[in-house]
Structure formats: structure tokens, C-alpha cells
């Protein structure tokens, strides 16, 4: 449910700033668990992600993330070096038809109209990588033009591991966010991950479940709205 008093806000926020960016983290935010990690098993369950060492793929990016997670989500990407990229991009068109819609956040998609009724324009920001997120985010209501997510370079038609920055983990958010316009309201539910962005924000809205976590916390403690992860 939207909070009480935060329509208003939003409308007076798009009064204000007609055609800024309402940015939305992706994972646990549009949806309920992480379609980034999700996309990933499968490519490993179809053969196509794998290691030199014969080793998992998915228990060496689990570790890489426990090291440190900006250059673990980027490994994730990585780890599509070789691949080539219509057969990813088509492979993630169709798993995110069958994931996404049965794990839709009601509150956000809320939020998402309200932005847009009032003038702001509906922007994704995503850690997972970027052929999933072009894929998931227009289930979400997205145009892909406004959606980002952890981009390596295309040489001859294949994935490479060059990663082209910023990686959009914390702090790098805003920097993608940034390079297509003004941030006007911001919504996510990590409190590593999203922090930045929703301090960068006019105005700050968290996503939880009912149960609660660090960033609902934090957002308690700065008076910012929160919505629930359940439906």
C-alpha cells in the first residue's frame, strides 16, 4: 500500500522537476528476489556458462560477491565472456517472461504510476547484469532507453570481460543515473546497494518486507516512506 501523503509529494516533486528520473533498483525492489542471480543458474543449468577448471560457475561468483559485492555482481556479467549476444539476449527475453510476472512488487508498480502521472520519467538501475535487466524491466513498465544494468563491451558479436564503467552498484547508481538526467526520486531496498542513490534523491522511498531489514530501518530513522515487498 502507498503510503498516506506520498501521491502529493510525488505530484509536487513533478511540478518541481517536470521530467526528472524516478529511479528504481530492480532486484527486491519491481520484483521479489534477484532475477540477475536467477538468469545466472540458468545459464549454468543450459551448458553455456562455464569455468576452464570445470569448476561451478555459480559458486565462484557466490564467493566472488562474499569478497566484495560491486566486483562480484560485475563478475556475474563477466562470467558471459565468449557468449554471443543475440543468443543471450534472446535466451533472457524468454526466461524473464516466465520469471518476472509472478513476482511483481504491487507497491512499487504503484509508485511507478504515480511518477509517471506526475511528469517524472520511470528510470531502472540495476547491479544485475544488463542483458537481463533489458530483458525483465519493460515487464516492469520500463522503455529499455531508461534502463541500466552491468554493461562488458561486445566485440564481433560476443561478450567480452571488459567492463564498461560505471558498474551500477552503490555510488555508481548515481553516476548512470546522473548521465540521462536529473534524480528526483529514488526507490530500493539495499541498504548497501541503494543507500547513495536515495540520499542523492529530492525524495527517498524503501522497499522491505514486512518484517523489516537495515534499509527500513534507516529509512524509519530518516522519516522516507516504505513500501512492503509482499503482495
Given at each position: ?91 533472457a527475453v524468454f526466461f524473464a517472461s516466465e520469471w518476472v510476472p509472478q513476482r511483481r512488487i504491487s507497491d512499487t508498480a504503484g509508485l511507478i504510476e ?83 542513490m536515495l540520499e542523492a534523491a529530492r525524495l527517498a522511498v524503501a522497499v522491505a518486507p514486512r518484517s523489516g531489514s537495515p534499509l527500513s530501518a534507516e529509512a524509519h530513522r530518516r522519516a522516507w516512506p516504505v513500501l512492503t515487498q509482499e503482495s
Amino acid at each position: 500500500m502507498i503510503p498516506a501523503g506520498l501521491g502529493k509529494e510525488i505530484e509536487k516533486l513533478g511540478r518541481e522537476l517536470p521530467g526528472g528520473l524516478a529511479v528504481f533498483d530492480a532486484d527486491g525492489t519491481l520484483w521479489r528476489e534477484d532475477i540477475g542471480e536467477a538468469f545466472l543458474r540458468h545459464l549454468v543449468k543450459l551448458g553455456w556458462v562455464t569455468l576452464p577448471d570445470g569448476g561451478d560457475p555459480y559458486e565462484a561468483y557466490e564467493r566472488e560477491v562474499d569478497q566484495d559485492k560491486k566486483t562480484g555482481y560485475a563478475y556475474a556479467a563477466q562470467l558471459m565472456a565468449g557468449l554471443t549476444q543475440a543468443a543471450i539476449e534472446a535466451e533472457a527475453v524468454f526466461f524473464a517472461s516466465e520469471w518476472v510476472p509472478q513476482r511483481r512488487i504491487s507497491d512499487t508498480a504503484g509508485l511507478i504510476e504515480l511518477c509517471r502521472a506526475a511528469g517524472l520519467r520511470p528510470f531502472v538501475v540495476s547491479a544485475s547484469a544488463r542483458p537481463i535487466v533489458l530483458a525483465a524491466a519493460p515487464l516492469a513498465g520500463f522503455d529499455t532507453v531508461n534502463c541500466r544494468g552491468i554493461q562488458t563491451l561486445v566485440r564481433d558479436g560476443k561478450y567480452t570481460e571488459e567492463i564498461i564503467e560505471p558498474i551500477t552498484y552503490a555510488a555508481g547508481k548515481i553516476v548512470s543515473a546522473e548521465s540521462a538526467g536529473r534524480l528526483a526520486l529514488a526507490c530500493g531496498d539495499s541498504l548497501l546497494g541503494d543507500l547513495p542513490m536515495l540520499e542523492a534523491a529530492r525524495l527517498a522511498v524503501a522497499v522491505a518486507p514486512r518484517s523489516g531489514s537495515p534499509l527500513s530501518a534507516e529509512a524509519h530513522r530518516r522519516a522516507w516512506p516504505v513500501l512492503t515487498q509482499e503482495s
